[in-house]
T-cell receptor, first 113, second 109 residues
Framework: DTAVSQTPKYLVTQMGNDKSIKCEQNLGHDTMYWYKQDSKKFLKIMFSYNNKELIINETVPNRFSPKSPDKAHLNLHINSLELGDSAVYFC????????????FGPGTRLTVL | SQQGEEDPQALSIQEGENATMNCSYKTSINNLQWYRQNSGRGLVHLILIRSNEREKHSGRLRVTLDTSKKSSSLLITASRAADTASYFCATNAGNMLTFGGGTRLMVKP
């Protein structure tokens, strides 16, 4: 009965590879997000989708491409991985764009070697 | 730059003591939220206070908001070892939340 789930939990890969992280929410929410948390624990919004449409894109390199096949899923594809992409990536969802409360997934720890 | 900044960055107390964390922000907000993150886990929403509210309680949590000073505080009373976690404030100034860097709280048994 997990509300927001992400796969994989851990991802270790070489520089230059392409990888995807998947996110699903079973809360019936309209809005989903991707955040990046760096080694100093700062959490930054990357993207937000509302009902499958992109509404926030916070100056993220175009190597990062989110895809929302339906409003319950928001996947993150990363091309040509770089060392600086190593971080924990969190997916979250909220009822709608008013973002009164967000529900977070458990995170995906990405390590680029 | 971060919209919200927590103070202190780290806090260590004994079980039973109260813990106070502060958050300052820069722009006008619709609401301010506090989240908790246990090590290796996602963030969990604790409490939301709207811009027209000054204080809110939830169990052992008390949040205050001073919009004139652009600051908020989170008080955890009678702390327990299980309260050990990082606590983040997040400001809602439109259609997204902006998080601070967090306060790492350690409660020693």
């Amino acid at each position: 009965d997990t509300a927001v789930s992400q796969t994989p939990k851990y991802l270790v890969t070489q520089m230059g590879n392409d990888k995807s992280i998947k996110c699903e929410q079973n809360l019936g929410h309209d809005t989903m997000y991707w955040y990046k948390q760096d080694s100093k624990k700062f959490l930054k919004i990357m993207f937000s989708y509302n009902n499958k449409e992109l509404i926030i894109n916070e100056t993220v390199p175009n190597r990062f491409s989110p895809k929302s096949p339906d409003k319950a899923h928001l996947n993150l594809h990363i091309n040509s991985l770089e060392l600086g992409d190593s971080a924990v990536y969190f997916c979250a969802s909220s009822q709608d764009v008013s973002t009164d409360t967000q529900y977070f997934g458990p995170g995906t720890r990405l390590t680029v070697l | 730059s971060q919209q919200g900044e927590e103070d202190p960055q780290a806090l260590s107390i004994q079980e039973g003591e109260n813990a106070t964390m502060n958050c300052s922000y820069k722009t006008s907000i619709n609401n301010l939220q506090w989240y908790r993150q246990n090590s290796g886990r996602g963030l969990v929403h604790l409490i939301l206070i709207r811009s027209n509210e000054r204080e809110k309680h939830s169990g052992r949590l008390r949040v205050t908001l001073d919009t004139s000073k652009k600051s908020s505080s989170l008080l955890i009373t009678a702390s327990r070892a299980a309260d050990t976690a990082s606590y983040f404030c997040a400001t809602n100034a439109g259609n997204m939340l902006t998080f601070g860097g967090g306060t790492r709280l350690m409660v020693k048994p």
